[in-house]
């Protein structure tokens, strides 16, 4: 795997849009993932928890793999279907329309959520 980006930053709503900026060089799917990802822990856990974001390119299958960290092990996703009237929900379906595969890795005092693209 080579590490395209990693950065420490505050899950707060400005983020996304300085995220989606730090990989304008990437695929629109990849940008996507990544701001739902992050957008999912400012809605789960509050807005200022750490989290570390990583892009990394898989030298094997040439496919992208997105992951962001943060510091609650026990606050997993869940994918649901959001209903047509409900004004949120939708992104980890999203997520997983869009990626080849996605998952969680638990740790001791973290977790990171992560996802596969394909190229």
Do not use: Y
């Amino acid at each position: 795997m080579r590490t395209l980006l990693e950065i420490d930053l505050l899950a707060t709503p400005k983020a996304a849009p300085e995220l989606r900026h730090l990989l304008r060089g990437h695929s629109f799917d990849v940008r996507l993932c990544a701001t739902e990802l992050l957008t999912n822990v400012l809605d789960h856990l509050g807005e200022g928890t750490p989290v570390t974001v990583r892009v990394t390119r898989s030298a094997d299958h040439g496919g992208t793999r997105i992951e962001v960290t943060d510091p609650d092990p026990r606050a997993l996703p869940v994918l649901s279907a959001a209903t047509a009237t409900e004004e949120s929900g939708r992104g980890l379906a999203l997520l997983d329309a869009l990626a080849e595969r996605w998952g969680v890795d638990q740790g001791p005092g973290s977790k990171t959520v992560w996802c596969e693209l394909g190229d």
